[in-house]
């Protein structure tokens, strides 16, 4: 293999990689607040885009309002989803709670769907197509907009949860809620405070990727489970991990797709998944856990 066809390779596997990552975020925004898996973070994706599209082509609004009021459209969805649908069974198992946000992907994708149409559609390029050739291989001015946003969320993300009282408070909800209560920490708050922003970085995610390979009311679906497969890869919990494990999940994709079968693009991610669960279960940057008896 060619040094131009490795570097193609590599630049769109960070492409995409750094949408999973983004995905991923948002599932461990809300684990590290409420402990359960939020399988509906992949339709907070799809809305960002699809939200996007609708305001630029069906209202005409210029391209930066209507990705401002995708983002804000999809971060409200988040907060009605917590209190419409997480708040009142809040104290039931985990387990059930899960079940939950799976229903909650069904019934967003399902009225997407209804109230817009099932075909494919597609956001101008934030800063034109004209593509950056490096040693024979092209990079889309988009790929850095995703790169560098997504590097701009992480740091944003970790400033948040280690330096701010907000922060701080989701993660001691996620550690100890009954704790968190008694010091005075507002849990329910908390909770929906990381459904928001769960959302919002979901709908950064959509948004950016829109321009690249389009979307539709079902790309939550694929776009969830390899962002689900990020959050394990890089350690459940890990803000960090998970950016990481979107991007190696999105580097090894498309080396296979190139080396190997572009057939088997979508299996890569749960493959790798499962053989680094064999050898670590804690993730490539999760720590072990520890129990004692």
Same mark, same amino acid.
């Given at each position: 293999m060619d040094v131009s066809s490795s570097l193609q390779y590599l630049f769109s596997g960070l492409t995409v990689g750094a949408t999973y990552g983004l995905t991923g975020l948002g599932f461990t925004i809300i684990f590290n607040t409420t402990g359960i898996i939020n399988f509906a973070q992949g339709e907070f994706v799809m809305l960002g885009g699809m939200l996007?599209?609708?305001?630029?082509?069906?209202?005409?609004?210029?391209?930066?309002?209507?990705?401002?009021?995708?983002? $804000? #459209? *999809? +971060? /409200?969805?988040?907060?009605?989803?917590?209190?419409?649908? =997480?708040?009142? @069974?809040?104290?039931?198992?985990?387990?059930?709670?899960?079940?939950?946000?799976?229903?909650?992907?069904?019934?967003?994708?399902?009225?997407?769907?209804?109230?817009?149409?099932?075909?494919?559609?597609?956001?101008?390029?934030?800063?034109?197509?004209?593509?950056?050739?490096? $040693? #024979? *291989? +092209? /990079?889309?001015?988009?790929?850095?907009?995703?790169?560098? =946003?997504?590097? @701009?969320?992480?740091?944003?993300?970790?400033?948040?949860?280690?330096?701010?009282?907000?922060?701080?408070?989701?993660?001691?909800?996620?550690?100890?809620?009954?704790?968190?209560?008694?010091?005075?920490?507002?849990?329910?708050?908390m909770v929906l405070l990381s459904f928001m922003i769960s959302a919002l970085v979901g709908a950064v995610g959509g948004v950016m990727?829109?321009?690249?390979?389009?979307?539709?009311?079902?790309?939550?679906?694929?776009?969830g489970l390899k962002g689900f497969a990020a959050c394990i890869l890089g350690g459940l919990g890990n803000p960090f991990g998970a950016a990481a494990g979107g991007l190696a999940i999105g580097v090894l994709e498309s080396f296979g797709a190139g080396m190997i079968s572009s057939a088997y693009k979508d299996a890569f991610a749960f493959i790798i998944l499962l053989l680094l669960l064999f050898v670590r279960p804690s993730g490539l940057f999760g720590k072990p856990e520890v129990r004692r008896v």
């Open positions: 996007a599209v609708i305001c630029q082509s069906a209202l005409g609004l210029p391209l930066p309002l209507a990705v401002l009021l995708a983002m $804000l #459209g *999809a +971060t /409200l969805i988040g907060a009605i989803v917590e209190r419409v649908a =997480i708040r009142p @069974v809040r104290t039931a198992p985990p387990i059930n709670l899960v079940i939950i946000t799976i229903g909650i992907s069904i019934l967003i994708r399902s009225a997407m769907m209804l109230l817009w149409d099932k075909d494919t559609h597609t956001l101008p390029h934030f800063s034109g197509t004209d593509p950056i050739t490096v $040693l #024979g *291989a +092209t /990079l889309m001015p988009q790929s850095l907009w995703i790169l560098g =946003i997504t590097a @701009v969320v992480l740091y944003g993300l970790r400033t948040f949860f280690r330096r701010s009282i907000f922060g701080k408070a989701m993660l001691a909800c996620a550690h100890q809620r009954k704790a968190a209560w008694l010091v005075g920490i507002g849990v329910e708050g990727l829109a321009p690249m390979t389009m979307t539709s009311y079902d790309v939550g679906i694929l776009l």
